[in-house]
């Protein structure tokens, strides 16, 4: 049995178990109609790329976050001092943000 996708106001909930690779099935989506006035959207069309970076300083610890597959969230991964860190920069989370695993992204 499919669990329908829920709605609230301008928010669509669909179940990530409903998803297959991040395409939405009409099915999931409200019984394939979307609310009056809603379209569907690409993420780029609705998400703006955070490109905000901080050097990496070799003295200080960095807290690092990790994505669970399918849609468990973000969790706190390692601290990691920065003369350890390959990256010369890195981007710090920003709250709100849509966060995904580049690598795991097609297991929601």
Do not use: C
Not at 5 to 23: G, K, L, P
Request: proline share 6%; no cysteine.
């Amino acid at each position: 049995m499919q669990t329908p996708a829920v709605s609230h106001q301008n928010i669509i909930v669909a179940m990530w178990s409903e998803m297959d690779r991040w395409v939405v099935p009409a099915s999931a989506l409200l019984g394939g109609t979307l609310p009056d006035g809603w379209e569907i959207a690409k993420v780029g069309e609705v998400l703006k790329l955070v490109t905000e970076r901080i050097q990496v300083e070799p003295g200080r610890e960095y807290k690092m976050a990790g994505v669970r597959w399918y849609g468990e969230g973000v969790f706190h991964r390692e601290t990691v001092p920065g003369q350890k860190l390959s990256a010369k920069y890195i981007a710090p989370l920003k709250p709100a943000a849509f966060i995904y695993n580049r690598l795991f992204g097609w297991k929601a």
